[in-house]
């Protein structure tokens, strides 16, 4: 079956640190450009970032709101992406989708179950 | 930046036809992407590249894009088709989504 599994949600304190982990399952994932994207409770999908495959050099891209915060790494050894966050507010608070780029539509067509981040105190 | 907007919320009854919009500037020169997600289950794709449908999508959705304006057309709409959508498109290439549309289907 192709999937994503996210992992790595909690409860964080603000200005804490936590590291979420994408794993496919079904696809060549080493290929694949991976995007993150969130979504507060009751609220609207936001895009968070992305990181390409190894042919794109492993390029990232951020959103406004986590840029600088925010790191994507990927090792394509263990099949998975990485969201670092850092600096998490209150405002970051939401479950985490990871997503398949799917290049040949330009489309998000794999998406996994999401991992939920409260930051609060 | 770019911005999609869609309607809150879009009401149909059961076997009529259900549209739902998408605003943006020069819309039409970009390609435009439907995601569908459920009371608590994640976004699924339903159309991609303006008109066109995944595997597994049934017949009844379908797509437009001309001018500043998307459509998701849902005909002969069911209750399984009540769900959140969403539209997204690219700004060169950074992904931009639309604030979602709520269909009751009542």
């Known amino acids: 079956e192709v999937q994503l599994v996210e992992s790595g949600g909690g409860l964080v304190q603000p200005g804490g640190s936590l590291k979420l982990s994408c794993t496919p399952s079904g696809f060549t994932f080493s290929d694949s450009t991976i995007y993150w994207v969130r979504q507060a409770s009751g609220k609207g999908l936001e895009w968070v970032g992305r990181?390409?495959?190894?042919?794109?050099?492993?390029?990232?891209a951020y959103g406004a709101s986590v840029k600088g915060r925010f790191t994507i790494s990927r090792d394509d050894s263990k099949n998975t992406a990485y969201l670092q966050m850092n600096s998490l507010k209150s405002d970051d608070t939401a479950l985490y989708y990871c997503?398949?780029?799917?290049?040949?539509?330009?489309?998000?067509?794999?998406w996994g179950q999401g991992t939920m981040v409260t930051v609060s105190s | 930046s770019y911005e999609l907007t869609q309607p809150p919320s879009v009401s149909v009854s059961p076997g009529q036809t259900a549209s739902i919009t998408c605003s943006g500037d020069?819309?039409?020169?970009?390609?435009t992407y439907w995601y569908q997600q459920k009371p608590g289950q994640s976004p699924v794709l339903v159309i991609y590249?303006?008109?066109k449908r995944p595997s597994g999508i049934p017949e009844r959705f379908s797509g437009s894009n001309s001018g500043n304006t998307a459509t998701l057309t849902i005909s002969a709409t069911q209750s399984t088709d009540e769900a959140d959508y969403y539209c997204q498109a690219w700004d060169t290439t950074t992904v931009v989504f639309g604030g979602g549309t709520k269909l009751t289907v009542l």
């Open positions: 997503s398949r780029l799917w290049a040949n539509w330009n489309a998000f067509d794999i």
């Open positions: 590249q303006d008109n």
């Open positions: 990181i390409g495959s190894k042919t794109n050099n492993y390029a990232t």
């Open positions: 020069k819309l039409g020169d970009k390609y």
